[in-house]
């Protein structure tokens, strides 16, 4: 079946540390999004990429980098330079275009702590 | 930039029960998108629209475009309903969607 796969479900990191969260799609979807989740608070988007090698900041991008080399994976590294990382981050995907495009299909979810 | 409102925060209700949620946003927009997220923290897509109304099973999701307003109903509620619903809107741009904070919906048996 087709999905996100969203790596490690639970992390825990101490300050001063970097920590990669892996998101993975077999959908051939070529937009993907990174949002951060705070309790009593919307969702909000860190990067995005809508193709291979390309990616935007979205509203909280510092502290945050990413890369996507290959279509299939979106992988967001919270730098030690991210003053509060401790959050749940979700990954998303969709089509580029057309009827799809902005449906989002989500991950499971990173739920990030730091010690 | 869009501003997504949701209400209630927080709704508890009996089984059976009617339950409405409301969502307005400030901005036009190309598609609304009504979003269940379930305490393990994943989240499903449960409609898209961009006028009138749509159903799917006990679910029924409404949009008025001049009042820049939506509403999420729930026929017969159970307690399998219980999770937290988010409103989310689009503006056709390539960052994706705008999110409300969510509601909250507890149905208790």
Same mark, same amino acid.
């Given at each position: ?50 193709? *291979?090698?390309?990616? /935007? $900041?979205?509203?909280? #991008?510092?502290?945050?980098?990413? @890369? ?9 590294? *919270?730098?030690?330079? /991210? $003053?509060?990382?401790? #959050?749940?981050?979700?990954?998303? @995907? ?7 495009a902005n ?13 | ?28 927009i190309s598609a ?58 689009s503006g056709g741009g ?16």
């Amino acid at each position: 079946d087709g999905g996100i796969t969203q790596s490690p479900k639970y992390l825990f990191r101490k300050e001063g540390q970097n920590v990669t969260l892996s998101c993975e799609q077999n959908l051939n979807h070529d937009a993907m999004y990174w949002y951060r989740q705070d309790p009593g608070q919307g969702l909000r988007l860190i990067y995005y990429s809508q193709i *291979v090698n390309d990616f /935007q $900041k979205g509203d909280i #991008a510092e502290g945050y980098s990413v @890369s996507r080399e290959k279509k299939e994976s979106f992988p967001l590294t *919270v730098t030690s330079a /991210q $003053k509060n990382p401790t #959050a749940f981050y979700l990954c998303a @995907s969709s089509t580029r275009t057309g009827v799809g495009a902005n449906v989002l299909t989500f991950g499971a979810g990173s739920r990030l702590t730091v010690l | 930039k869009n501003e997504v409102e949701q209400s209630p925060q927080n709704l508890t209700a009996q089984e059976g029960e009617f339950i409405t949620i409301n969502c307005s946003y400030s901005v036009g927009i190309s598609a609304l998108h009504w979003l269940q997220q379930h305490p393990g923290g994943g989240i499903v897509s449960l409609f898209m629209l961009s006028s009138g109304k749509k159903k799917h099973g006990r679910l029924i999701a409404t949009i008025n475009i001049q009042e820049k307003h939506s509403s999420l109903h729930i026929t017969a509620s159970h307690p399998r309903d219980s999770a937290v619903y988010i409103c989310a809107v689009s503006g056709g741009g390539a960052d994706g969607l705008t999110f409300g904070k969510g509601t909250h919906l507890i149905i208790q048996p």
